[in-house]
């Protein structure tokens, strides 16, 4: 089977969960992670995982959102985190692509939120965006002490190594398919199948050939077919090995 470690199903996109989960399922994708970003899509994540076995979910503070904080954030993560269905915080980081005028506060947010994880024992899951150099040596100071997730890497080989030094995988997803995503594919095949994960964004981020188009997790075997390409491996490997990281990593 597969799993997508890295969607959003709470986005107003998709009007039908139950449908978008049950397509996955009919590709052999049997479990879902949706990632939160701030305080409405946790509670509606929350709800959405109540209602389906196979779906789990990421609490935290997407550094676009950062604004949006309130004094008591941190108690109110930790409350949502208190829930199985939980299995990280995230998605968190630094994303200086927008903004970049307000990077102290998105580096308190992320340190603040990697210490949480800390105190909870559970991985984090970072974004980032434009910010290699200080997401790099703010992870450096404040280490997970859990194996944790680099979503949708688009950093260097040579970052990627510093970032398997702290103990973290890598999930691709719909980039990976793109004709013009050279550096995105030269990173993906040097790096061990071990550090891999499969991820959608979704509904964001669609593999060719429905680029342009709303993604579902049901596109998760587009995404291992290109990636069994690039390593030049059997796609039942890359099945097998990305979903036990992914189990291994979640806890799912």
Same mark, same amino acid.
């Given at each position: 089977m597969f799993i997508d470690v890295h969607a959003h199903l709470c986005d107003d996109k998709f009007s039908n969960v139950k449908e978008i989960v049950e397509n996955a399922?009919?590709?052999n994708v049997k479990k879902i992670i949706s990632a939160s970003y701030n305080f409405a899509s946790c509670e509606k994540n929350l709800e959405i995982a109540k209602s389906f076995d196979n779906v789990f979910?990421?609490?935290?503070?997407?550094?676009?959102?950062?604004e949006e904080i309130t004094e008591n954030y941190l108690e109110k993560l930790e409350n949502f985190a208190q829930n199985e269905k939980v299995v990280a915080i995230g998605e968190i980081g630094l994303d200086y692509h927008w903004r970049n005028d307000n990077k102290d506060l998105q580096k308190r947010i992320f340190i603040e939120q990697i210490e949480l994880?800390?105190?909870l024992d559970l991985p984090i899951v970072v974004h980032c965006r434009d910010a290699i150099g200080d997401t790099l040596q703010i992870l450096k100071e404040h280490t997970p002490k859990c194996e944790s997730l680099m979503h949708c890497y688009s950093g260097s080989i040579e970052s990627a190594k510093e970032f398997m030094k702290l103990g973290f995988s890598f999930s691709f997803g719909g980039v990976v398919t793109f004709k013009n995503a050279k550096n995105v594919q030269e990173v993906l095949i040097n790096i061990p199948i071990e550090r891999i994960m499969l991820e959608t964004d979704c509904p964001y981020m669609s593999p060719e050939p429905f680029r342009g188009k709303i993604n579902e997790?049901?596109?998760?075997? =587009?995404?291992?077919? %290109? =990636?069994?390409?690039? %390593?030049n491996v059997k796609i039942s490997e890359i099945e097998e090995k990305t979903t036990k990281n992914s189990e291994k990593m979640f806890k799912i």
């Open positions: 399922e009919k590709e979910i990421t609490v935290g503070i997407h550094p676009e959102n950062v994880a800390n105190k997790p049901k596109n998760i075997s =587009i995404i291992a077919e %290109k =990636i069994a390409e690039l %390593k």
